[in-house]
């Protein structure tokens, strides 16, 4: 990366637990701009567990999908999500917004999506000062007895659901926290 570039790393993954994975529809915009250069694979041992890794050529990424911009054109930008069964799935948009700088210019956002149950959340980490790390959730569920922490943020309804398109539309932004190159955690 040069010094004036900062990247926001999207580790996404989705819980498919069926056999035939070929039918599942899962990918990602940023905004208009569309990906072609991922592939979806299986990054961790559970092979039900599906990712999206960027493609460089023949070589897979395996941190996910880096996305590298301008330090001053960190502008807020639309993640939108696509998941479903063949050409029946829901598009899930969200705004995001980062905060890198030229010292700490990296920033991860995990996504974990279970299909079945289409519970879903995000998480981002940031560094604590005396050693370890601080997670931030955006959550779309609350499940009985569980401890919440200032850290932990129970998504809004959608703002806006278009059934022509099924698109659902939140309007909480999603902040990743930016580390530093050596202290990134997915």
Known sequence: MAKDECCIVFDLGCYFPYRNSDVLTFNFTLGMEEFDDYKINHRYPNKSYQTISRKYGRKVSKMGYPYIMKLNEQLPMLLC???????????????VQTSMTASKPICALSLRYMFDKNEFYFKSHEKAEGGGYYQHIWKNYELEKEVNNDNEILLNNPCKIDNSSNTLIYDDIIKPCSSLLQDILL
């Open 81 to 95: 999500i696509k998941v479903g069964i063949n050409d029946k799935y829901v598009a899930l948009v969200f705004p």
